[in-house]
């Protein structure tokens, strides 16, 4: 996989108006989200939507709360595997809202955001584990200051608010096969 201008040529790209510059230009942490609209149903076009900042409020009940809410994320990863991107890895996307990574705050300036199509509780696909695992070595090639272990959950970098990406996310099964694979390329 290769990045041309931080947008990548193994995902479909799908332009979000949702960005801006990041203030340092730095890439050093990976936050790991999860999302489905409405939730628990997944392969609708509601997520291109809502990063897009067309969604239909009113085609479900449940969107009313994202009228006007303008978020996106890097990549999404389907649960065919499929990855989506919104906006280039070398912008800021606006996926972390209100966080805190060490000693600082607004997380969305040097990180990279990936959600996962899923919930908190429903088991992840192989081939979402598959993709995420192939786009994150990719991605520790490409942005040298990301790192395996500046890899994090929303839950972690917004503790009091968010969940994501749940007990569902197997962290041992990712991370491990991550060092597997940085371990082999030092060798
Ligand atoms: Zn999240």
Redesign the pocket.
């Given at each position: 996989m290769r990045f041309d201008s931080g947008w990548c040529d193994g995902a479909l790209r799908c332009v979000s108006p949702h960005f801006n510059q990041r203030p340092l230009g730095e890439v050093s942490l990976l936050?790991i989200?999860?999302?489905s609209l409405p939730a628990g149903c997944f392969g609708l076009p509601y997520i291109d939507q809502l990063f897009q900042g067309c969604l239909d409020t009113d085609a479900d009940a449940s969107f009313a709360p994202l009228q006007g809410l303008q978020v996106s994320a890097h990549f999404l990863i389907r649960r065919n595997g499929e990855r989506v991107q919104y906006v280039s890895c070398d912008d800021r996307a606006w996926?972390?809202g209100l966080s805190r990574y060490g000693e600082r705050d607004n997380c969305n300036d040097f990180s990279i955001?990936i959600?996962l199509e899923g919930t908190d509780t429903e088991p992840y696909t192989d081939e979402q584990y598959q993709s995420l695992i192939e786009l994150t070595q990719a991605l520790l090639l490409e942005y040298p200051l990301l790192t395996t272990d500046r890899i994090v959950g929303?839950c972690d970098i917004a503790p009091i608010r968010?969940t994501?990406p749940g007990q569902s996310f197997a962290w041992e099964r990712y991370l491990g096969k991550l060092k597997e694979y940085t371990e082999a390329m030092r060798s």
């Open positions: 936050v989200h999860n999302i996926h972390a955001g959600e929303h968010k994501d």
